[in-house]
Structure formats: C-alpha cells, structure tokens
C-alpha cells in the first residue's frame, strides 16, 4: 500500500510559478515510477511529467522547458516546479505512484493561472 498527498497548488498570474509537492508513504521500495497528471474542468485527465525509480523524467509536450520534475529520496517526496504558467496549465495536478501491485493516485491540488 502507498498513500500519495500533493500540496502546493494556488492562484497565480501568468508568467509565474509555483512549486507542487507530492508525499508519499507506505510501501516506497515498490514504487517504480511517480507521476504527475492534471484535469481541467470539462477535459480528460492528461499526464504531465514521470520520474522513474531510476531518475528518468519525461514530459508532456505541452509542459516541456517549463515544468521540471524532481524528488527528495530522504523525504520521499517528488516536486514539480512549474515555470512561465499560462492559464491554459490551469487544472487540478494530481500525483501518482505507481509500481508492481501499486497504482495510488492522491486527491489533487488546485493551480489556477490567471491571464
């Protein structure tokens, strides 16, 4: 079992950025890969960035050269620092681990980019 809580989210004017956290807890050695997804009123859920176990990271086009995912292995914890926000990015960014057996998603936090 994994538990994932992501915080960090808020309002902020185009151009700016902010910092999301996600905490996860548990079974941390089986975790292969975290991820991070957002869902925009009205639109599909959409992935964002993976880390894997190994450190790879891959993005979505749509966030590439502006969002950065990274983690803290001591505190178990996986960022995602997102720069030059457009209102676009606004969307509840929820954070996912996944791994054999193991597919937890937390309940999201809310970025609204304001034009």
């Known amino acids: 079992q994994v538990q994932v809580v992501e915080s960090g989210g808020g309002l902020v004017q185009a151009g700016g950025s902010l910092r999301l956290s996600c905490a996860a807890s548990g079974s941390i050695a089986s975790i292969a890969a975290m991820k991070w997804y957002r869902q925009a009123p009205g639109k599909q859920r959409e992935f964002v960035a993976t880390?894997?176990?190994?450190?790879?990271?891959t993005y979505a086009d749509s966030v590439k050269g502006r969002f950065t995912i990274s983690r803290d292995n001591a505190r178990n914890t996986v960022y995602l620092r997102m720069n030059g926000l457009i209102p676009e990015d606004t969307a509840v960014y929820l954070c996912?681990?996944?791994?054999?057996?193991?597919?937890?998603w937390g309940q999201g936090t809310q970025v609204t980019v304001s034009s």
């Open positions: 880390i894997t176990r190994g450190g790879t990271t």
């Open positions: 996912n681990a996944f791994g054999l057996g193991i597919d937890s």
